[in-house]
């Protein structure tokens, strides 16, 4: 079929996460606060609730849609590389997310720390603070 538009929004990946949560508010200025977040988009319902908005945190955007009966919440995780993850970290904490693991260098080659945010998804942060080859990863996993 020929086709007279690209496949995917500009600007877009492949693969965009999508989560579903009971307030799309909160979330939408939880990660605005946390990852200085850009609305890219929202529409409301006819119970004038966010049921769809989209987000854009660094190259990537964010989809997320309200909690209903047919779509319940649920949580999910996030892996995100930053800048800076330690100031990132101490944002989402200050703005009420919950530690999971404080700033820490890994063997990998990323120093990352972690949180839950007040609708029990997970998010991971990491920084690449050194580059490392596939073999001195694998010497390095071995001895975890």
Known sequence: ????????????????????????????GFLKEVFNAELHEHMKG?????????????????????????????????YVYTDDTDAVYQRAIKAGGIS??????????????GFKDLHGNHWWLATRVEEVSKDEMERR????
């Open 1 to 28: 079929m020929e086709r007279n538009v690209n496949y995917k929004p500009k600007e877009y990946h492949d693969i965009t996460p999508y989560m579903i949560v009971r307030n799309v508010d909160g979330l939408i």
């Open 46 to 78: 006819a119970d004038g609730r966010i049921m769809h908005a989209e987000v854009r945190i660094g190259d990537s955007f964010l989809m997320m849609g309200g909690a209903t009966d047919q779509y319940p919440a649920f949580p999910a995780m996030m």
């Open 141 to 144: 996993a071995a001895t975890q």
């Open 100 to 113: 999971l693991q404080e700033p820490a260098d890994q063997f990998y080659g990323d120093r990352t720390a």
